[in-house]
């Protein structure tokens, strides 16, 4: 579904330096699969989403989604941020709609379906609520639902529960989960978080520092549906370890 082949991508700063925020970055997602993305601050894990969004160009190599070259934004992807960028002024069901009717594409059932998507993540009755009625975690449920009701076969995540407190960012993992198994769409999810990624992902990709490559892939040996009681389980442990050994430049002791 993605494909990224040698990416590469060079920043041209205004007193004429350059900066190469990604080099030689390859990787394959397949249709309806989960990959996490962890590195440090500042190895261009956000610019990566933005490529495969269509958002920036790529400097060097290529980008497609669904086996089409990406150099414009595309239906076929949606993107959540780590602020929900709601319209104050709007309700929560035309805030869900505002994407589908700015691109011309809302047809009769937009609103049944939109109403549906608020349903399946704890928002019925809240169809008339202004974004400063909900809660923060309200709000990136709201900006989940605007995400998905465009059907895109790719969703891109972009630290979208790092303003969250500890609570609702547990909460807000499971109900990810439980949304993204109903529709079925690729998933590439940016984190700081080793124990979210893990908890979340079929595949975590970890990052080098700036350049960013692709320094590991970490399989996730855990069954679904997952919950937070895995976190106990030997299989966590050792993919936990793994990443940290992998960002922080450590071995990883044998018994891992």
């Known amino acids: 579904m993605i494909r990224l082949d040698a990416v590469g991508k060079v920043f041209a700063g205004r007193d004429g330096s350059r900066v190469t925020a990604l080099e030689e970055v390859s990787l394959d997602v397949a249709p309806g699969e989960f990959v996490a993305i962890v590195g440090a601050s500042g190895c261009g894990k956000s610019t990566l989403l933005r490529l495969v969004a269509g958002l920036v160009p790529v400097t060097t190599g290529r980008v497609s989604v669904a086996g089409k070259m990406v150099d414009e934004p595309s239906a076929e992807t949606a993107m959540v941020f780590q602020a929900p960028t709601l319209l104050p002024w709007a309700d929560v069901l035309r805030n869900v709609t505002f994407p589908l009717r700015l691109m011309g594409r809302a047809g009769g059932d937009t609103e049944a379906r939109a109403r549906a998507l608020l349903a399946t993540a704890g928002l019925a009755g809240f169809e008339t609520k202004l974004p400063r009625e909900l809660s923060g975690g309200m709000q990136q449920r709201v900006a989940i639902c605007r995400a998905l009701l465009q059907q895109p076969r790719v969703l ?36 700081h978080s080793i124990s979210e990624a893990v908890l979340l992902a079929d595949r975590v990709v970890v990052m080098s520092p700036r350049p960013g490559r692709i320094a590991d892939i970490v399989e996730i040996a855990l069954p679904r549906p997952r919950g937070f009681e895995q976190e106990g389980e030997p299989a966590f442990h050792a993919a936990a370890q793994r990443i940290r050994a992998t960002i922080y430049n450590r071995a990883v002791p044998h018994a891992a």
């Open 156 to 191: 891109l995540m972009d630290e979208p529960f790092g303003a969250l407190d500890a609570l609702t960012r547990e909460e807000m993992s499971l109900e990810l989960l439980r949304i993204w198994q109903e529709t079925g769409a690729a998933v590439l999810f940016v984190t």
